[in-house]
């Protein structure tokens, strides 16, 4: 994998918001999504991501049940009210439709490590799924190709789904005034409406409760609802004492399940189960044990916040934020790859089960948080 530039056109803003993407710069016009360079990988590289995202999703798998069938709910600081909607969710196999697992590549080891998993709300896939692949076809008439499905895989899942909806209408939601968040939601709604199925947009703050069920503005029952908002938030909003009481029982998209994978936990978890796996990094509860060099997570942070880098025991790297009081895990410390445009992660993305597309994000510091930016990114 290596960076390659090419001349970018003088209105590539527009092209972008002409089909959708209005977030590509951030309020002080520092671009989110590059446009003039790209990553280049090859065939064999995106078969080792490939096979390490349908690996590590098995093993993810794997320990959620060990969670549920152990009851480890308390190292995941998830509320006693709420264990058994999330066993009811796993044994009733209520059905999930992505996530993405961010890695790092270790250019010395040739080895891809697994920094965490985006179980519950990853965002960045409209960008994934469909302005890289514009952008592609756009600077490249000559045949190019990327290791991206999302927009098909997204579209077999919602089908594949659709005989599981307990209703005729699959409600969305996310937060208002949240541009990202509103893009992706209306992108997943797109897929699903593809797939021949009824859906209704309706904002988090605009959820009702009729004493049975949940409704909407219009007091349509909801009976089944994504939401583009954390499981860690919704459990704590007003209306989110009657989940577990909700007399249809309404499915919930991503799944209470995903609690446990979207939590920092779980890569401590895995490792307990899987030591010394070479797709994970060395990860504890609280304390570092023997490593010096390590990351400190909150177990909830998102976006790279309240994050602290240690080299031989120092602190090198530090991010603010208002995560910790949750408790942490300590990861050891990972080898990035850096190039002279900045350091890389790649997001991969698995969706109904599938392992199809990534991302790659790239920041200036080692700490990957939200004002990294978005590559695209060609087989060649």
């Known amino acids: 994998m290596r960076v390659k ?3 970018a056109d003088a209105n590539w803003q527009k092209r972008l ?3 959708g993407f209005g977030f590509h710069t951030d309020e002080n016009n520092i671009p989110y999504w590059v446009e003039h360079y790209y990553y280049s990988i090859d065939a064999p590289f995106a078969d080792k991501v490939y096979n390490a995202t349908t690996e590590l999703w098995q093993m993810c798998l794997e320990a959620v049940d060990h969670v549920i069938t152990n009851k480890l709910y308390d190292q995941f600081q998830i509320p006693l009210f709420f264990h058994e909607h999330i066993t009811q969710s796993w044994e009733n196999d209520v059905p999930s439709i992505y996530g993405r697992f961010d890695f790092v590549y270790d250019d010395v080891k040739q080895q891809l490590k697994v920094l965490e998993f985006n179980a519950d709300t990853p965002t960045s896939l409209y960008e994934t799924g469909v302005v890289q692949w514009q952008w592609m076809q756009h600077y490249f008439s000559e045949r190019k190709d990327q290791f991206n499905s999302v927009h098909d895989q997204l579209i077999a899942s919602w089908a594949a789904l659709k005989p599981y909806l307990k209703g005729d209408t699959l409600h969305f939601s996310c937060m208002r005034e949240t541009l990202e968040d509103l893009t992706n939601i209306e992108y997943l709604r797109d897929t699903a409406i593809q797939a ?6 309706i904002f988090i703050d ?6 049975e069920s949940f ?6 029952t909801i009976t089944d609802i994504f939401k583009l908002y954390p499981w860690e938030w919704l459990i704590y909003e007003p209306f989110a004492l009657h989940i577990p009481n909700d007399v249809a029982q309404a499915n919930w998209i991503e799944p209470s399940w995903k609690m446990i994978l979207s939590n920092k936990a779980i890569m401590a978890i895995l490792w307990k189960l899987y030591p010394n796996h070479p797709l994970l990094l060395e990860t504890y509860f609280d304390s570092p044990h023997s490593m010096r060099d390590y990351v400190k997570k909150p177990l ?3 976006e790279g916040a309240n994050v602290t880098m240690y080299q031989n025991g120092a602190i090198v790297e ?12 300590c990861q050891a410390l990972a080898n990035l790859h850096k190039e002279t445009t900045g350091y890389s992660i790649i997001g991969s993305w698995i969706i109904g089960q599938e392992s199809c597309g990534i991302t790659f994000r790239e920041s200036d510091n080692r700490i990957t948080t939200d004002k990294s930016r978005f590559v695209p990114h060609i087989i060649e």
């Open 206 to 211: 605009d959820i009702g409760w009729n004493g």
């Open 300 to 302: 909830l942070s998102r």
């Open 215 to 220: 409704t909407d503005l219009e007091e349509e």
């Open 196 to 201: 021949g199925i009824n859906t209704k947009l």
């Open 318 to 329: 530090a991010t603010p934020g208002d995560y910790g009081d949750e408790g942490y895990i």
């Open 17 to 19: 918001e002409d089909n």
């Open 5 to 7: 530039y090419l001349t």
